[in-house]
């Protein structure tokens, strides 16, 4: 399979057969990853893999229980969005259960070229701010490898799902693995999921604005 291939064959997969990873095409998978481009070959990822079923089941528990906390102070004061936030867990979130593998990507901060030499010639605290949060390089090296990563899990038949709809439980799930022993080191954070397994039926994808609409050519 060659790349554009593998582009236009990748869409976000939320269901998945009992199909399980051998230990190399997982290995590849994340391997790809590690591979990405990150600035100043910074590398600023870690990513936690989990095939053990009860781990994904105690993270559920976790996400759930924040869920509820931000779910019930919604019910007070507007009942139509707490429900739309109730399946939007069902659907969006606890789907990754049935996963073969949930890769859950770790990043710390990324200080870009010009950062430091604001903060050296007294630079404003907001033009500091937009090098490294609004801009946020950090973010592109890890986008970078989540990327690798699913294109690679297409080569070897396989299909995942990006995902940012637990970060609001971020904390908590840092929090765990750290009550765990699993993972323990405070310069990261928790960036993005990825659930990987075997697609199960026809996933449709939805449909991409034309190349004129997001180019300007010089």
Known sequence: MNVRDAILERKSIRKFTDRKFTKEELETIIDAGRLAPSGKNSQNWHFIVITDQKVKEELAEVIQAKHKTIHDEMVKLDEKKAERFAKFLKHFTMFYLN?????????????????????????????????????????????????????????????????????????????????????????????????????EGENKTPAKKNLEDVTTWL
């Open 99 to 199: 996963a073969a593998a949930l890769v859950v990507v770790m990043g710390k901060n990324y200080y870009p070229t010009g950062y430091y030499e604001y903060e050296l010639i007294g630079g404003k605290e907001n033009i500091m701010q937009d090098l490294l949060y609004k801009k946020n390089p950090g973010m592109q090296n890890i986008g970078a490898a989540i990327e690798n990563m699913t294109l690679q899990a297409i080569e070897l038949g396989f299909g995942s799902c990006w995902m940012t709809s637990a970060n609001y439980a971020d904390k908590e799930i840092e929090a765990y693995f750290k009550d765990k022993n699993y993972f323990d080191d405070d310069e990261y954070f928790m960036c993005a999921m990825l659930a990987i397994g075997e697609p």
